[in-house]
Nanobody, 124 residues
């Protein structure tokens, strides 16, 4: 089992920044690829970003490319999502998730473990 706890969400104005964190415990963090997904009201959960188990490869949805950066610190068992130039359409609950290595990182079905989510609201 892997436990994941997100933090760092909140209310921010358009153009602002937030950094989400996902702390993990349980099985060896470095064995897992990590992803961030989000779900807005009335919409399906969608892929945002992912990072390979080694941290060598990152993946981004087109809608966030150039604005969001995913990173991981295997010594701290934590993955981060730095979100810059936030837009109202980024408003959603953000979830982190863990997938076995060499998974298809953009696919929600690759992920075995999920956090409880953290709310991000972008509004003036």
């Amino acid at each position: 089992q892997v436990q994941l706890v997100e933090s760092g969400g909140g209310l921010v104005r358009p153009g602002g920044s937030l950094r989400l964190s996902c702390a993990t415990s349980g099985r060896t963090f470095s064995n897992y690829g990590m992803g961030w997904f989000r779900q807005a009201p009335g919409k399906e959960r969608e892929f945002v970003a992912a990072i390979s188990w080694s941290g060598s490869t990152a993946y981004y949805a087109d809608s966030v490319k150039g604005r969001f950066t995913i990173s991981r610190d295997n010594a701290k068992n934590t993955v981060y999502l730095q979100m810059n130039s936030l837009k109202p359409e980024d408003t959603a609950v953000y979830y982190c998730a863990a997938a076995p290595p060499y998974s298809t990182m953009r696919s929600i079905r690759s992920y075995d473990y999920w956090g409880q989510g953290t709310q991000v609201t972008v509004s003036s």
